[in-house]
Structures are given as C-alpha cells and as structure tokens.
C-alpha cells in the first residue's frame, strides 16, 4: 500500500513538471484543431459544391440546392474558424481539398458519414479542448457548426430517404444560410437565426 502511494506521489510531481514547463500546451491543443477545422470545413464546401454539380446533372435539382446550401454553410464555418485563429495569433494552413464525386445516392451516404463524425467525435472533442485552453472564440466558432451540422445531417438524412422512394419532388425549392454562424434553414427562416440571432434579412437565399 504504501508503495502505492509512493507511485503516486511520483506520478503527481512528474505531471505538475510537465504542466508547469509548457502551460501553452491546452493553447497549443486548441490551435492544432482549428487548423484541422479548418481543413474539414474548407473541404466540405468544396466537395458539397461539387456534389450540387453532379446532383444537377442526374437531374436532381432540389438536392442539388441542399448541396449548395450546406456548401455555402461550410465556407462560413471555414471563414469563422480563420478569424478565430487569427484572433488565437496564429496563420490559417493551406488547403488542398481532396475528395471523390459519385453518384447523388452515394454522395449523400459520404456526406451523412460526414456530418456526422463532426457531430460525433470531431467538434464534442474540439470544443473541449478549447474550453480547457480558455480559447473562447475557438470555442465559439466551434459551437456554430457543431450545431449547423446537426441540421445538415437530418437534411441529408431526409433527401437520400426521399431519393430512395423516388419522391424527390417533396424537398424543399429554397433554403436560407446565416451569414454568421452558418445555420442553415429549409424554405424561409425565422425573425432572427437560432444560433447566432442574426436578423433574417442578412441571410443568404439558395433556390
Ligand atoms: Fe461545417
Ligand atoms: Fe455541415
């Protein structure tokens, strides 16, 4: 027993070193994943806006719009996480989008797939880590698309359910995209945005 706590003894002093020389590392945490946001949300635009191309050329136009909608949510996420790393003091990474674009059907399995690894592990973990850096507008930024991306998975969700009962004809003709945080309604949006209560009359129209 006494052992033990010799062990444990040792294991504290070590980590308060640890801590004590590099008290950046929760900071150093947080901007390594604004950077890798970055690179998803950059990618995400580029590969939905390529996904409303196809969806146009296989004649599905309303998908085609949801695509374009999200994509254009993407870029605002992107540009939000830019301005928080700027802010945090340091330089966006280049990005190099890479992807593949295949059927409708399947890029909208690719894009759930998507959506919902960001909902589940990727900004749960990020807005963590920027919580314990203190690193409020990381923070921000990354609870806007954290919950835009809710949305844009229930979206998908329901468009590749319609596509399968060839009921395309029953999804939305318009959608309307927040220019602040990304948010992302069907049809029209309210007064002000859920998220980020950004008046209507600033949002941006897809149709
Ligand atoms: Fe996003
Ligand atoms: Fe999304």
């Known amino acids: 027993m006494k052992k033990f706590f010799v062990v444990l003894l040792a294991v504290m002093i070590v980590t308060s070193i640890t801590f004590a020389k590099n008290p950046t590392a929760p900071m150093a945490r947080a901007i390594e994943d604004v950077k890798n946001a970055i690179v998803g949300e950059s990618t995400a635009s580029a590969k939905y806006a390529a996904y409303a191309k196809k969806a146009k050329e296989e004649g599905y136009t309303k998908v085609s719009l949801l695509f374009e909608a999200a994509s254009k949510a993407e870029a605002i996420h992107a540009g939000n996480h830019k301005a928080a790393l700027e802010q945090l003091g340091d330089k966006s990474p280049v990005v190099d989008p890479k992807f593949a674009v295949k059927s409708t059907k399947e890029n909208l399995e690719d894009a759930i797939k998507g959506e ?35 949305k844009h998975k229930a979206m998908y969700t329901n468009a590749l359910k319609a596509l399968n009962e060839k009921n395309e004809k029953t999804l939305p003709s318009q959608y309307q995209v927040c220019p602040t945080c990304g948010n992302t309604y069907e049809g029209t949006a309210p007064a002000r945005c859920g998220i980020s209560m950004t008046p209507r009359e600033r949002f941006l129209t897809i149709m």
């Open 116 to 150: 919902s690894y960001e909902i589940a592990t990727m900004y749960p973990e990020f807005m963590k880590d920027a919580n314990e850096a203190k690193a409020n507008i990381a923070l921000l930024s990354f609870n806007y698309a954290y919950q835009t991306e809710q």
